[in-house]
């Protein structure tokens, strides 16, 4: 257990609504990573932060954004939701030792 | 960008059999990791392993990086080693942004 958390766990919103995903560690990572799950295509990154303030995107980028503003928050911002938003969205930390990444236990978004 | 193929796609095994997936990558890597994703969709970190043999407990797994491949083995298979196992890798100097392959579905039959 690595000390992640998201929240919300499940969401349901409706198109065009703005949602905001929040992935919280305890141990003072630096660096911290969003991926989506969809079925097929395994995780891809959206975007990562290596520290407080610093960001940048990953391969799925597009329509998403996100804010560090403590280490220990990780904010993922759908502006205006679409229904191809629609995934499994997972936080992960890379350990302070290494490059090993560990996982939050995920939040599942639906958007109708 | 790196890409990652992970063969067979799915299996299908009885309690007690062995299994070995592969991974294969196409690029030079300083992470290598596999994962377990359970039934209920948490992922499991089994092994972080750019290059070298591992193992642990029924599991073992070892990464050729020279030729870049990695093999996770699972012997005497339990109903419990049920659920998707993925490779993911990292190239040096990215940041350790992990490209995921699409991952091995097991399952294991009584």
């Known amino acids: 257990d690595a000390g992640i958390t998201q929240s919300p766990r499940h969401k349901v919103t409706e198109t065009g609504t703005p949602v905001t995903l929040r992935c919280h560690q305890t141990?003072?990572?630096?660096?911290m990573y969003w991926y989506r799950q969809d079925p097929g295509h395994g995780l891809r990154l959206i975007h990562y932060s290596y520290g407080v303030k610093d960001t940048d995107k990953g391969e799925v980028s597009d329509g998403y954004s996100v804010s560090r503003s403590k280490t220990e928050d990780f904010l993922l911002t759908l502006e205006s939701a679409t229904s191809s938003q629609t995934s499994v969205y997972f936080c992960?930390?890379?350990?302070?030792?290494?490059?090993?990444?560990?996982f939050g236990p995920g939040t599942r978004l639906t958007v109708t | 960008g790196i890409q990652v193929e992970q063969s067979p796609p799915d299996l299908i095994l009885q309690e007690g059999a062995n299994s070995t997936l592969r991974c294969n990558f196409s690029?030079?890597?300083?992470?290598l990791q596999w994962f377990h994703q359970n039934p209920w969709g948490q992922l499991i970190n089994l092994f972080y392993?750019?290059?070298g043999t591992k193992q642990n407990g029924r599991l073992s797994a070892t990464t050729v990086a020279t030729e870049r491949y990695s093999l996770l083995y699972i012997s005497s298979s339990q109903t419990t080693d049920s659920g998707v196992y993925f490779c993911a890798v990292a190239n040096p100097g990215t940041a350790s942004k992990l490209t995921f392959g699409t991952g091995t579905r097991l399952q294991v039959t009584l």
């Open positions: 141990e003072n990572h630096r660096y």
């Open positions: 392993i750019p290059s």
């Open positions: 992960a930390i890379r350990s302070g030792g290494g490059y090993e990444q560990y």
């Open positions: 690029d030079s890597v300083n992470n």
